[in-house]
């Protein structure tokens, strides 16, 4: 720990999950230098497995320091690594108790609504249209029930027939699907729901477009997103004033 005499200022922790692509850290880095600007506030970014500085490094590393730290998820899911590896670690470091965990971006509450507008404008045609989702594996089913919820939402909402949700890896049974649909002008609206252009987004993107090539429109990773990025800054905003 650096040191045990707080000072009276606080810090934002941006935790991102971890990738193998280098362009992973990239954008956490860049995502780290808007948000510091834009609320004027220390940021800092770290990793829950592959990258670093890691969680724990970082909260051993910064707890002492700052009278208040807002530890923000950067991840879509509450899987394994958010219920266990965050709350262990913030249980064992918050003995000054001024680590606050910010609530990670909702789905459905918060995601959904702006992608709405983002896919309408994707859109040619509703009845040539197939909207495919994706996202990183895991063994906790309400990672799938999540997305399925999501999925179907989407296509309701976008009044669309046909939809296929997926996880990244699984890409060949949803491809099977799509080609024996008979539909010279099909279009494939392809909605990778990542937060940030990594190793697996750019896996599923190249899977789809070696297959279909320009009958798929690919959607940008989330944090790319303009209205994504307000939400996020909207959340940090409130949670640090609320505290104040």
């Known amino acids: 720990m650096a040191t045990n005499q ?55 590393k910064y707890s002492g320091v700052y009278s208040k730290i807002y530890i923000f998820p ?32 909702s789905l459905l509450d918060e995601i959904l609504p702006v992608t709405i507008e983002i896919l309408k404008k994707k859109i ?13 594996f895991s063994k906790d089913k309400s990672v799938s029930l999540s997305m399925e919820k999501y999925t179907n939402a989407l296509s309701k909402q976008l009044k669309l027939s046909k939809s296929f949700f997926h996880y990244v890896g699984n890409e060949d049974e949803v491809i099977k699907k799509l080609k024996i649909i008979k539909n010279n002008n099909l279009f494939i609206l392809l909605h990778p729901v990542f937060l940030f252009h990594g190793f697996l987004f750019s896996k599923n993107e190249r899977n789809f477009c070696v297959n279909f090539h320009n009958k798929v429109s690919v959607t940008n ?23 104040n």
Do not use: W
């Open 124 to 136: 040619k045609n509703k009845e040539d249209t197939v909207l495919v989702t994706s996202s990183s």
């Open 74 to 105: 950067f991840l879509i899911f509450e899987g394994n690594h958010f219920k266990e590896d965050i709350t262990k670690l913030i249980k064992k470091y918050n003995k000054f108790n001024n680590l606050i965990l910010i609530e990670k971006l």
């Open 221 to 243: 990773p989330l944090m790319d997103e303009n209205k994504i990025f307000e939400v996020v800054i909207k959340k940090l905003v409130n949670t640090i004033l609320s505290n």
């Open 6 to 60: 707080k000072k009276n200022n606080n810090a934002i922790l941006l935790c991102g999950h971890g990738s193998r692509s280098a362009n992973h850290s990239i954008n956490l880095e860049k995502i780290k230098k808007k948000i510091e600007k834009k609320v004027n506030v220390q940021t800092f970014f770290c990793f829950l497995e592959v990258n670093k500085p890691s969680l724990e490094e970082c909260l051993s």
